[in-house]
């Protein structure tokens, strides 16, 4: 905003409703300004709506991952060192949190998950994304499925081990990690951000 000039306009897509209500405080400070509570990949229906015609737009900044505020509140249950529920959405007021996902979800598909997102490849000869599916599946059996972060990752730290990782960082961090990322579609909403981000842009044609 600060190297915008007065004509300009600045539009943000956030899934967060927390951080639309701080957005929506700067929008209040600038007219420039404006924050959807949308996906990236809702880009150009949004801005349509908004008077934004594809191919008008300057420049597109895609701010993808999780943010500070969101790791240290423990309501969302993102980091196994924060106990709260086992949560893991990005938009708590769509789709269903990680403990009711975990209720659902086939053996075949967590393997799949865990492998995939999680990058849960060390330790039992490559077989851990497997080694938690089955203690998840297996509690989830037994009725003992937890609903909070402290004791989901105290389930994946008996599967993993403290020191399985070979670093400095929780046993169950990428278990929790995988969920996340499946849980909020990152990777495919990224691919369909860019795709809309492109539809948006304008293309300058060379002389």
């Known amino acids: ?30 007219a420039r300004f404006t924050i959807h509570h949308a996906k990236f990949s809702s880009m150009k229906s949004v801005l349509k709506e908004a ?26 249950g993102f980091i196994p060192e924060l106990d709260g529920p086992l949560d ?11 403990y009711e996902f975990l209720q659902t979800v086939p053996h075949d598909e967590l393997v799949r998950i865990i492998d995939e997102f999680g990058e849960e490849t060390m330790g039992f000869g490559g077989a851990a994304p497997r080694r938690i599916a089955d203690a998840i599946c297996l509690a989830r059996a037994r009725g003992t499925l937890p609903k909070t972060t402290k004791a989901f990752s105290e389930l994946v730290t008996q599967v993993r081990g403290k020191e399985s990782s070979g670093q400095r960082m929780h046993p169950a961090k990428m278990t929790f990690q995988a969920l996340r990322i499946h849980l909020n579609e990152e990777f495919s909403e990224m691919r369909r951000g860019m795709k809309a981000a492109f539809k948006m842009l304008q293309v300058e044609v060379p002389s």
């Open 88 to 98: 893991l959405r990005f938009d708590m007021s769509k789709g269903v949190p990680a």
């Open 51 to 76: 008077g934004v015609k594809p191919g008008t737009v300057s420049g597109v900044l895609l701010d993808v991952g999780i943010s500070s505020p969101q790791f240290n509140d423990k309501t969302r």
């Open 1 to 30: 905003l600060a190297a915008m000039g007065p004509g300009g306009r600045l539009h943000a897509f956030d899934m967060d409703p927390v951080a639309v209500k701080e957005g929506e405080q700067l929008a209040a400070d600038d």
